[in-house]
């Protein structure tokens, strides 16, 4: 009890000090002091008693015996401390594996490198703490702990609080959030790629065929046309980026040899709006970043679908034309031709104005349609 009184006291005295260098020489010069007089008390018991560490000695009184033999050479700081902690080192390694056992069960990255990051500390206690200090675990631990942290930075980048313009958040919500990009991924994403806000008036080319392909725009606002048969008009949304935004397959020198654009694009409403991108920058930052790749990937994909829904009505109504055109090539519309004609309208969805247009461009009219002929006169 006097030994138990005289330690508290002097853990005490040091709590108490103002300076905490000198509080902890305080405690580390009386305590290892005390330590001693610890260990020769407790090898007098012994010695009287020939018990000297059995299990009824009081855990201060082992601890004690355990230190005496570095307390008893004036030892660095650093040694006396890890002597007095030795004696605990095993229960690292326990609460260690724990932690370890929550971490891998965490849905939130913060939270699960936050644990690893203890856990990872823990072992490397335990290693240091071993009779022999195990440094090359120690060592490797301390990498895995510069690891998470480096991952913790990024996920509180990502998490930190940003502001965006009205027409980033409008770009945001239609063509990146949906697909897994983060606020921060995105602005990190227009400012590696060089993001210009466009504005196109009536009849005005977006891009022209056979020019150098550097850049690729998003549809925010409008209607473009597509010189091409397949791809009519793009409007707004699903399908909206005129080319491709991303390329999963690309290699690094993909873009190292020159690019043509393949069509023309031109604004067919009062006005367009659109965002541009460099299209190198856009293959570069979303390679360096996995989560981005996988984002991108996604987009790209809804985007090919966005534009292969689109362009289906325009196949059908094409494919009409066309057969109308074999139809009525002869001058005669016989009742086979006839019923094929309207299974296929039918089935396809074909309206009536289409229907009109079609019979516009085989330079026949509704009344020869009901007689089945085309008059010689027009013929």
């Known amino acids: 009890n006097c030994i138990e009184f005289l330690v508290r006291f002097t853990f005490f005295s040091a709590w108490r000090s103002d300076d905490s260098t000198t509080g902890a020489n305080f405690l580390l010069q009386t305590g290892s002091k005390m330590w001693m007089a610890c260990a020769r008390a407790a090898r007098l018991l012994g010695q009287r008693t020939g018990s000297i560490g059995c299990d009824w000695?009081?855990?201060?009184?082992?601890?004690?015996?355990?230190?005496?033999?570095?307390?008893?050479?004036?030892?660095?700081?650093?040694?006396?401390?890890?002597?007095c902690i030795q004696p605990y080192g095993q229960y690292c390694v326990h609460v260690g594996n724990v932690i370890?056992?929550?971490?891998?069960?965490?849905?939130?990255?913060?939270?699960?490198?936050?644990?690893m990051v203890s856990a990872s500390s823990l072992g490397i206690a335990y290693n240091l703490l071993q009779p022999t200090p195990l440094f090359a675990p120690a060592l490797w631990g301390v990498f895995f702990v510069s690891s998470h942290f480096y991952n913790i930075y990024v996920l509180l980048k990502e998490r930190t609080h940003i502001v965006m313009s009205a027409d980033q958040e409008q770009v945001y919500s239609m063509a990146f959030m949906t697909f897994g990009f983060t606020p921060r991924q995105f602005l990190d994403l227009c400012e590696s790629a060089d993001a210009q806000w466009c504005t196109f008036s009536e009849g005005a080319d977006i891009a022209k065929k056979g020019e150098p392909l550097k850049r690729v725009h998003y549809l925010m606002e409008g209607e473009v046309s597509v010189d091409s048969d397949c791809c009519g008009k793009v409007e707004p949304g699903k399908g909206?980026?005129?080319?491709?935004?991303?390329?999963?397959?690309?290699?690094p020198?993909?873009?190292?040899?020159?690019?043509f654009k393949p069509l023309t694009e031109k604004c067919v409403s009062s006005q367009c709006r659109t965002l541009s991108l460099d299209m190198r920058g856009i293959q570069e930052t979303v390679r360096a970043n996995p989560r981005m790749a996988e984002a991108a990937t996604r987009a790209e994909v809804s985007d090919l679908w966005g534009k292969l829904h689109r362009v289906g009505p325009t196949h059908r109504r094409q494919a009409y034309t066309s057969m109308v055109a074999v139809a009525t090539i002869d001058g005669v519309l016989d009742s086979g031709e006839l019923r094929m004609l309207d299974q296929f309208r039918e089935s396809h969805n074909i309206s009536d104005q289409e229907h009109l247009d079609a019979l516009q461009k085989a330079g026949w009219t509704t009344d020869d349609w009901k007689a089945g002929r085309k008059p010689k006169e027009r013929a």
């Open 57 to 83: 000695s009081p855990p201060l009184l082992r601890r004690a015996l355990f230190c005496s033999e570095a307390a008893a050479a004036p030892p660095r700081v650093m040694e006396r401390l890890r002597c």
């Open 100 to 115: 370890l056992l929550l971490a891998v069960n965490q849905t939130d990255m913060l939270s699960m490198r936050l644990m």
């Open 240 to 251: 909206g980026w005129l080319g491709e935004f991303y390329d999963p397959n690309a290699g």
């Open 253 to 259: 020198d993909a873009w190292d040899r020159p690019r």
